[in-house]
């Protein structure tokens, strides 16, 4: 893998059965951007998440992180590189039971040994980063779906990891929200020192608001990938059919 990634996977096939979801597939995940995977709904973008964090494995091809290779990983090792990423799911997927305090220790009781005071402190801390200080004591149920994402972010951002994975972080958002969701992508990649982020989408405009490099999946294999510039000046056909949203080109469109 090359140095200046943080990921990569190489030659990557998966299938279940006959679906053959990833068919060689090849991403080098640039260090300190933001990156999103992008693709039609089914294309296997989860797949590849799930590839990326050893949730699935391949059933050929490698998967590198941070120089390890780690497809002959045991769990020990798998957790190891897991605590250097950060994973927003798609709700924020918080405990309703549990407060914002309580959810945003969560990870940092599990994982390092930290006094109460200084944890208050942390969360306090990280709480600021997301713009919402003070809410440690209400629960999930009281507080806007935006504000979950947040404190999803905040969670994820416990570990203080060096990958950051939002996945499908717009989605089922109305525009103004989805605004703010990118803002906050944007801001943490900037405000957080050496952070690398990788989003997986199909929202167009997150994409040329706040990508700085792009891959297009597309039947199991990466059929572009290039700066945000590079992607909105491309004459290639599908290219144009993906950015546009029309119906006419080389993507088959269901109907409707
Ligand atoms: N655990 C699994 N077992 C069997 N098939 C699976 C499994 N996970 C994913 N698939 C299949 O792999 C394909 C790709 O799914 P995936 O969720 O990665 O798509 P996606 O690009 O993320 O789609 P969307 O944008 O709709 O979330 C689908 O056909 C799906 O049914």
Known sequence: MSKDSLVSLIDVKKSFGNNHVLNGLNIEIPKHKISFIIGRSGEGKSVTLKNIIGILKPDSGEVWIDGFKMND??????????????ILFQ?????????????????????????LKDMETEVEKLLDIVGLPGIQNKYPPEISIGERKRVGLARALALKPQLLLYDEPTTSMDP???????????????????????VVSHDITSVMNIAEYIFLLHKGKIYFHGTAQEFASSKDELVRQFLTGGRKGPLEVPIA
């Open 176 to 198: 103004l929200v989805s605004d703010l969701i990118d803002n906050l992508i944007y801001n943490t990649q900037k405000n957080l020192d050496g952070i690398t982020s990788v």
């Open 73 to 86: 990983a045991n769990e020990a090792k798998w957790n190891e590189a897991r605590k250097k990423i950060g």
């Open 91 to 115: 709700d924020g997927a918080l405990f309703d039971s549990l407060n914002i305090f309580e959810n945003i220790s969560f990870p940092i009781q599990n994982h390092l040994k930290m006094s």
